[in-house]
């Protein structure tokens, strides 16, 4: 692959549009050009649950939504008038019938490279590699990964893992490259492919799992969402259960960068978020990992910490944010940024709120709220 | 009307449809045609199931998994006994039931 960085500009003056995908159906949340005010409009599929929904820059107008009820299967939806109608996959995501491996629900969607309209790639719970090559209408496994002899090794059975289901996200396809790809799994850690997904190879040297006795194993770690750095895709980014951490490639070793977070606060969180062209640029949003775990905002005051310098330091942000009582849980899918310069930073809580930033998390209000459970945010403009 | 042969071998089954499921049949009530390959082998639940994906595509994915299993939360009732498996044969009475069962929020 080409070691360049990749050329970023802030996307003009228009509204944004956060894609909003809840336990409970997806709705759209668009403001208007200054991105003060904000107007909420759904529910689409009310009652889905609904992982993730995105749409695809390289037409600006297909979206793709990952859904399941309670009572029934798991599928993808699609729409190729930005949200106006939609239909069904006719073959989404699915195990090969002979390996015993059921499909629970579909969790992460991301677009393929840009060279490659219609193509896109699904993560799934628990751990598979699906790619369609028809903007979504069916769906193929990645045999080399959900086939890999490994695969079992790498990401235990599949009862393990995360509270509701072990499961495949940051599927991160490389700007310069299509055939150069990492995901994130909980549990398994991150892996990387340089021949498009037909051999993958681990990378989480350096990243602790305090959950293994002994030494940190190879694989078998729980990162929580792991993000290219902005405009240089040789850095990435990574919440992870156990720290937050930094990478640059061609080195295999993450840097713990959590050890600088404030010690009250700690470096257990769920979503990290980048800026689009400042590679040195990250948020994360820290939950509570103490004792039993309670994942909310530590001590009740929610607040996002960014840090300018790679994460060598970091900056509470938390002006417009509840200064107490406010119990938030944000999930690795909800926090999210624009590209409009200066940068939006949006989260969504578990309690059915949506904060946002329009001055790089200098300040916050809450754009809705009273909505489900949120799973994802993902903004377009 | 339940199960009937008709002049083309197949069995016409009455099928009642759950809420969640009409959006693919836009209705409460179906009848599907289930082929009968040989006079000795009669048509199954599993049987259903495939017509009605035909005639409504997508639907039997989300009811059966991909490894043959009912969902979870999926029952079906065949002239009004429980049945999880797709081989249960069909009787000249069938009517099938597709029921969604979920509790909690």
């Known amino acids: ?381 | 009307m339940t199960a009937r042969a008709s002049r083309e071998a197949a069995v016409v089954v009455r099928v009642k449809i759950p809420s969640p499921l009409r959006s693919y049949t836009g209705a409460a009530e179906v009848t599907v045609a289930v082929p009968v390959l040989a006079p000795e082998l009669p048509p199954t639940v599993g049987g259903v199931l495939a017509a009605l994906d035909g005639a409504y595509p997508g639907i039997r994915f989300r009811i059966i998994d991909e490894q043959r299993q009912l969902r979870p939360h999926i029952k079906l009732f065949v002239g009004g006994t429980l049945t999880r498996d797709l081989a249960t044969p069909l009787t000249s009475e069938s009517e099938v039931m597709i029921v969604a069962a979920l509790s909690g929020g």
């Open chain 1, 1 to 381: 692959m080409t070691r360049t960085k990749v050329a970023a500009r802030p996307a003009p003056a228009r509204r944004i549009r956060l894609l909003v995908a809840t336990r409970k159906g997806l709705w759209t949340l668009t403001s208007d050009v200054a991105r003060n005010g904000w107007k909420l409009a759904g529910p689409q599929f009310l009652g889905h649950i609904v992982h993730h929904a995105v749409c695809d820059p390289r037409d600006g107008k297909t979206w793709l939504a990952a859904a399941r009820t309670g009572h029934l299967g798991p599928t993808v939806f699609r729409s190729a008038d930005s949200g106006r109608t939609w239909k069904e996959a006719t073959r989404p995501p699915a195990f090969a019938e002979a390996g015993g491996r059921v499909v629970d629900h579909t969790f992460w969607l991301t677009p393929g490279h840009a060279s490659e309209p219609g193509v896109w790639y699904a993560g799934t719970s628990p751990q598979g590699l699906f790619r369609s090559a028809d903007a979504g209408a069916t769906w193929e496994g990645v045999a080399g990964f959900n086939a890999h002899p490994q695969r079992k090794a790498w990401c235990g059975g599949d009862q393990d893992g995360t509270p509701d289901g072990p499961k495949m996200h940051s599927i991160l396809i490389d700007p310069r490259d299509r055939a150069h790809m990492y995901i994130g799994m909980s549990g398994g850690g991150v892996f990387e492919s340089v021949d498009a997904g037909a051999d993958w190879r681990p990378l989480n040297k350096g990243v602790r799992a305090d959950f293994f006795p002994g030494p940190p194993p190879e694989f078998g770690h729980d990162p929580h969402c792991v993000r290219f750095a902005g405009a240089n895709p040789d850095r990435l980014y990574q919440q992870n259960h156990c720290g937050i951490y930094r990478i640059d490639r061609p080195s295999d070793t993450w840097q713990d960068i959590g050890a600088t977070m404030p010690k009250s606060v700690g470096d257990v969180g769920f979503p990290v978020a980048v800026h689009p062209r400042d590679p040195d640029s990250l948020w994360v949003l820290p939950m509570d990992g103490t004792s039993v775990w309670p994942r909310t905002a530590p001590g009740g005051r929610p607040a996002v910490y960014r840090s300018r310098d790679g994460g060598k330091t970091w900056k509470r942000q938390d002006q417009g944010l509840p200064r107490s009582q406010a119990w938030w849980t944000v999930k690795r899918q909800a926090m999210t940024t624009d590209t409009r310069d200066p940068m939006g930073l949006y989260f969504g809580t578990t309690s059915g709120e949506i904060w946002g930033s329009r001055d790089e998390g200098r300040s916050f209000r809450c754009l809705a709220r009273h909505l489900p459970h949120i799973f994802a945010l993902e903004a377009w403009c």
